[in-house]
Structures are given as C-alpha cells and as structure tokens.
C-alpha cells in the first residue's frame, strides 16, 4: 500500500513556475515507478510526466517538453514536477500516482495507487 500526498499547487501568472511534490508513504518507494497526470475542468484526465523507479527514465507529453521536469529522490520519498513557462493552459488538478515496478507508463490505468491532487491555477 502506498499514500500520496501531493502540495506546492498555486495560482501563478503566464510565464512562471511551480515546483509540485508527491510524499508517499511505505519503505517500498523505490520500487514504483511514477507519474504525473492532470484534469482540466470538463476535459479527461492527461498524462503528463512519468519516472522510472531509478530516475534514470523520464517521459513528456509533448505539450509539456523542455518546460516541465520530472525528478524523484528516492531517500525522501518525494517525486516531483519542476514547471516553467506556464501557460493559461496548463491549468488544472495535477496528481502524482504510483505503479508497481519499474517502468512507467502513460496510461493512466497502468497505475495502482493516487494522491489526491494539488490544483494549478494559471492566469493570462
């Protein structure tokens, strides 16, 4: 069993950042790889960006390359999403979720366990 709890959403103008974090619980983190997904009011729920258990692996979206970046530290049990370069568009609940080994997926079914998410709020 693993708990996310995702923090660092806000309300920011075009063009800034944020820095979103997802604390999980358990000693077994190193074992999940993970993701980022978002919801926009209305609209399904998107991939984002996904680690693999070592850091070794990330993946995009392309709307979101060379602005937003996927890390985890593994002795914090923290992954997180550096964003830059926000856009109106980018608005929306942002959640960190877990799958069981190594490689991450993009699909959101792949994985097994959700935080709640942290809402992203960007204004024109």
């Known amino acids: 069993q693993v708990q996310l709890v995702e923090s660092g959403g806000g309300l920011v103008q075009a063009g800034g950042s944020l820095r979103l974090s997802c604390a999980a619980s358990?000693?077994?983190?190193?074992?999940?790889?993970m993701g980022w997904f978002r919801q926009a009011p209305g609209k399904e729920r998107e991939f984002v960006a996904a680690?693999?258990?070592?850091?070794?692996?990330?993946y995009y979206t392309d709307s979101v390359k060379g602005r937003f970046t996927i890390s985890r530290d593994n002795a914090k049990n923290t992954v997180y999403l550096q964003m830059n370069s926000l856009k109106p568009e980018d608005t929306a609940l942002y959640s960190c979720?877990?799958?069981?080994?190594?490689?991450?997926?993009?699909?959101?079914?792949?994985?097994?366990?959700w935080g709640q998410g942290t809402q992203v709020t960007i204004s024109s």
């Open positions: 979720a877990a799958r069981r080994g190594y490689v991450p997926s993009e699909y959101d079914s792949e994985y097994a366990y």
């Open positions: 358990g000693r077994t983190f190193s074992s999940y790889a």
């Open positions: 680690i693999s258990w070592s850091g070794g692996s990330t």
